[in-house]
């Protein structure tokens, strides 16, 4: 089985492309000879999304599409129109993507999406009783990410209906792994410098998913028959807590977690004076999601526990910051 990877040289691309199940022929979509993929995989060269719905020449070797290539969520965005800017890579580029893929022959095309297209999460106050992001909830995307993401699904659904091509989608929060950079890696590297850290009193409820679970589920729906026209939320399988997360880092990164037991209302008002609300709404907040269709419809299960994701992590974040 061939199988045709955008975005190769993201974080979940690398993992992906050096993960491959037996039996299967891996290409890798880069835009740059200099692209490090991993020996035995085939690289694509193209400028741009919009190139590779024109190489039919490659679309028409491949069985399978499995499309991770976005333009991700901006902090700080500087574009005058964010949304007309995500639309352009992850709605428009991905609707003529699948086309293209459906006139070469193309059988099957896994769609990498996001939870932000369910929404930002669970009400703090409602913590008891929220019920966890399903795929009977109603989307709910709040910001031009998510509602790019959420419009491309619907796309997709639409050109499966038209032209026979086997959709599956796949919606993740959080991923993280070795290699993981942003808010996961600053919270690694302060927790492994002894911070105290004001998260103690949090009580919240967070899904996380181990790039190497979400590899592994991305590669099943694009073998297994049951994946045709689903969408499945994906997750490690367990909710934690912010203060749980970052003592389970702790312990990965053998260290101690220094946490002050600060009332989350002083943390939401700090954030406010300082102008780090967003952040500090991540960390206070919760973003449950219920994963049970993906293991009740293709028989999936996690293969690696959230400790063992945590560990790799830690361990190449230790490695790398030793040889600084």
């Not at 930002?120 to 989307?139: H, I, M, V």
């Not at 997709?156 to 070795?178: F, M």
Request: aromatic share 6%; hydrophobic share 45%.
């Amino acid at each position: 089985m061939k199988i045709l990877v955008t975005g190769a040289t993201g974080f979940v691309g690398s993992a992906l492309v050096r993960s491959s199940p037996p039996n299967t022929e891996i290409y890798g979509v880069v835009r740059s000879s200099d692209h490090n993929l991993p020996e035995g995989v085939t690289p694509v060269l193209v400028n741009s999304l919009l190139d590779l719905t024109a190489r039919a020449d490659v679309l028409s070797e491949m069985d399978c599409i499995v499309h991770l290539a976005a333009r991700v969520h901006v902090m700080h965005d500087t574009v005058s129109d964010p949304l007309a800017a995500f639309r352009a890579v992850n709605t428009e580029a991905t609707k003529e993507l699948a086309i293209a893929a459906a006139r070469s022959g193309v059988r099957r095309f896994v769609y990498l999406s996001s939870i932000k297209v369910n929404g930002e999460g669970q009400p703090d106050d409602a913590l008891a009783s929220a019920t966890p992001y399903s795929e009977l909830s109603k989307p709910t995307p709040h910001d031009p990410y998510g509602i790019s993401k959420w419009e491309a699904e619907c796309l997709l659904h639409q050109v499966a209906i038209e032209t026979g091509l086997e959709v599956a989608i796949l919606r993740p929060p959080l991923v993280y792994g070795a290699g993981v950079k942003a808010n996961f890696r600053q919270l690694m590297k302060l927790v492994k410098l002894g911070v105290p850290l004001p998260f103690g009193r949090v009580k919240n409820a967070r899904s996380l998913v181990y790039v190497g679970n979400l590899v592994d589920a991305i590669f099943t729906c694009a073998l297994h028959p049951a994946a045709v026209g689903q969408t499945f939320l994906v997750s490690d399988g367990v909710e934690v807590s912010t203060p749980d997360l970052i003592q389970h880092l702790a312990t990965a990164l053998g260290c101690p977690a220094r946490l002050l037991p600060v009332p989350p209302e002083v943390l939401k008002l700090l954030g406010q004076m300082t102008g780090k609300s967003a952040a500090i709404d991540r960390l206070l907040g919760s973003l449950a999601i219920d994963s049970r269709k993906l293991g009740q419809t293709l028989n999936w299960q996690p293969p690696f526990s959230l400790q063992q994701g945590l560990k790799v992590t830690a361990d190449e974040y230790l490695q790398s910051v030793s040889h600084l």
